[in-house]
C-alpha cells in the first residue's frame, strides 16, 4: 500500500517569508516517483516537479527547492521570499515504479499575506 | 500547446439526472486518467485509459459512473443518475508513456448535483 502524509493542513506566512512543505511518504516499491502540483484558487491542478527514487540530489528552481531525503522518506518543498502569488493548496503525490496510479496527500493550504 | 481541455467547467444538474463530463487530453498522450476530488476523500483515481483502453476501472464508485474513450482524442464521463453525493470537482489527466512520467492535468469540472 502506498500512503503520502501532508501534516500541515494550512501554513499562513507573510510576504517575503520562506516556507516549507512537508511530505512523508510510505511505500514498498524499489523504485518509485515523486511528485509536488500546485493548485491555485482557480481550481486547475499545475504539475510542478518529478523526482525518481534513485536520485536523491535536491533541486532548485527559481524560489522553489525540493528536499528528498530516503533516510526519513520525506519529500520536502521550500518557497523562498514567498509571494501573494503562491497562495494556493499544494499536492505532493508518490507513484510506485510498476504502478501508473498518483496517491496524493491531502494537502496543504497556504496562504501568503501581504 | 494546448493543455487537457475538460468541458464544461461548471455544471449543476438536478438529482436523477444524467451529467456527461468530457476530456480532451494533450495531443501525442496515451495515457488518460479520470479523477475525482471531494472535501473528505481527496483526490481519487476513478479510471485509466492506455491507448484507449480501459486498463483500471475499479475506482469508478458505482455502476451510475461509465467512462469511454472512443478515440485518442475524446473521453467521457457519464453519471446516471446522479445524485447529491456525486458533487465533486471531476479533473481528466493524460501522460505521454503509459503514465510514467508526470500526468497533466486539466482545469476540471466542477458538478454540484441538487
Same mark, same amino acid.
Given at each position: 500500500?502506498?500512503?503520502?502524509?501532508?501534516?500541515?493542513?494550512?501554513?499562513?506566512?507573510?510576504?517575503k517569508?520562506?516556507?516549507?512543505?512537508?511530505?512523508?511518504?510510505?511505500?514498498?516499491?524499489?523504485?518509485?516517483?515523486l511528485?509536488?502540483?500546485?493548485?491555485?484558487? #482557480?481550481?486547475?491542478?499545475?504539475?510542478?516537479?518529478?523526482?525518481?527514487?534513485?536520485?536523491?540530489?535536491?533541486?532548485? #528552481?527559481?524560489?522553489y527547492?525540493?528536499?528528498?531525503?530516503? *533516510?526519513?522518506?520525506?519529500?520536502?518543498?521550500?518557497?523562498?521570499?514567498?509571494?501573494?502569488?503562491?497562495?494556493?493548496?499544494?499536492?505532493?503525490?508518490?507513484?510506485? $515504479? *510498476?504502478?501508473?496510479?498518483?496517491?496524493? $496527500?491531502?494537502?496543504?493550504?497556504?496562504?501568503?499575506?501581504? | 500547446?494546448?493543455?487537457? %481541455?475538460?468541458?464544461?467547467?461548471?455544471?449543476?444538474?438536478?438529482?436523477?439526472?444524467?451529467?456527461?463530463?468530457?476530456? !480532451?487530453? %494533450?495531443?501525442?498522450?496515451?495515457?488518460?486518467?479520470? &479523477?475525482?476530488?471531494?472535501?473528505? =476523500?481527496?483526490?481519487?483515481?476513478?479510471? &485509466?485509459?492506455?491507448?484507449?483502453?480501459?486498463?483500471?476501472?475499479s475506482?469508478?464508485?458505482?455502476?451510475?459512473?461509465?467512462? !469511454?474513450?472512443?478515440?485518442?482524442?475524446?473521453?467521457?464521463? !457519464? %453519471?446516471?443518475?446522479?445524485?447529491? =453525493?456525486?458533487?465533486?470537482? &471531476?479533473?481528466?489527466?493524460?501522460?505521454?508513456?503509459?503514465?510514467?512520467?508526470?500526468?497533466?492535468?486539466?482545469?476540471?469540472?466542477?458538478?454540484t448535483?441538487?
Amino acid at each position: 500500500a502506498q500512503k503520502v502524509t501532508q501534516a500541515q493542513t494550512e501554513i499562513s506566512v507573510v510576504e517575503k517569508e520562506d516556507v516549507t512543505l512537508d511530505c512523508v511518504y510510505e511505500t514498498r516499491d524499489t523504485t518509485y516517483y515523486l511528485f509536488w502540483y500546485k493548485q491555485p484558487p #482557480s481550481g486547475e491542478l499545475v504539475f510542478l516537479i518529478r523526482r525518481n527514487s534513485f536520485d536523491e540530489q535536491n533541486e532548485i #528552481s527559481g524560489r522553489y527547492s525540493w528536499n528528498f531525503q530516503k *533516510s526519513t522518506s520525506s519529500f520536502n518543498f521550500t518557497i523562498t521570499a514567498s509571494q501573494v502569488v503562491d497562495s494556493a493548496v499544494y499536492f505532493c503525490a508518490l507513484r510506485g $515504479g *510498476s504502478n501508473y496510479k498518483l496517491t496524493f $496527500g491531502k494537502g496543504t493550504l497556504l496562504t501568503v499575506n501581504p | 500547446d494546448a493543455g487537457v %481541455i475538460q468541458s464544461p467547467r461548471h455544471e449543476v444538474t438536478e438529482m436523477g439526472q444524467e451529467v456527461t463530463l468530457r476530456c !480532451k487530453p %494533450i495531443s501525442g498522450h496515451n495515457s488518460l486518467f479520470w &479523477y475525482r476530488q471531494t472535501m473528505m =476523500r481527496g483526490l481519487e483515481l476513478l479510471i &485509466y485509459f492506455n491507448n484507449n483502453v480501459p486498463i483500471d476501472d475499479s475506482g469508478m464508485p458505482e455502476d451510475r459512473f461509465s467512462a !469511454k474513450m472512443p478515440n485518442a482524442s475524446f473521453s467521457t464521463l !457519464k %453519471i446516471q443518475p446522479s445524485e447529491p =453525493r456525486d458533487s465533486a470537482v &471531476y479533473f481528466c489527466a493524460s501522460s505521454p508513456d503509459g503514465g510514467n512520467t508526470e500526468a497533466f492535468f486539466g482545469q476540471g469540472t466542477r458538478l454540484t448535483v441538487v
